[in-house]
Nanobody, 114 residues
Framework: VQLQASGGGLVQAGGSLRLSCTASRTIHSSVVMGWYRQAPGKERELVATLRSGRDANYGDSVSGRFTIFRDNAKNTVYLQMNSLKPEDTAVYYC?????????WGQGTLVTVSS
């Protein structure tokens, strides 16, 4: 499975961005898909994951500001990011784990200016 992420860019603090991640083949809705991020000098951390279109899990630092959702017909998972903060600056990686195997997208850079 190949995961193609897009939607990153430069935004001012308080602004919004929407990331997209499209899989190269159909992934069953029960399979976890989601997003992680890695800031310079820091470890990769959970942003949000989604299972079966309704069981969402968010990292503490983004809960209440970010929303993950999925369009199964398009094999795409989205991350709506609102009220962005400079500390959200990172490379964002999409993730899927079909058949017990983890796949990662290439990463998309989000930069939030103060």
């Amino acid at each position: 499975v190949q995961l193609q992420a897009s939607g990153g860019g430069l935004v001012q603090a308080g602004g919004s961005l929407r990331l997209s991640c499209t899989a190269s083949r159909t992934i069953h809705s029960s399979v976890v898909m989601g997003w992680y991020r890695q800031a310079p000098g820091k470890e990769r951390e959970l942003v949000a994951t989604l299972r079966s279109g309704r069981d969402a899990n968010y990292g503490d630092s983004v809960s209440g500001r970010f929303t993950i959702f999925r369009d199964n017909a398009k094999n795409t998972v989205y991350l709506q990011m609102n009220s962005l903060k400079p500390e959200d600056t990172a490379v964002y990686y999409c993730y899927a784990k079909p058949d017990g195997v983890a796949y990662w997208g290439q990463g998309t850079l989000v930069t939030v200016s103060s």
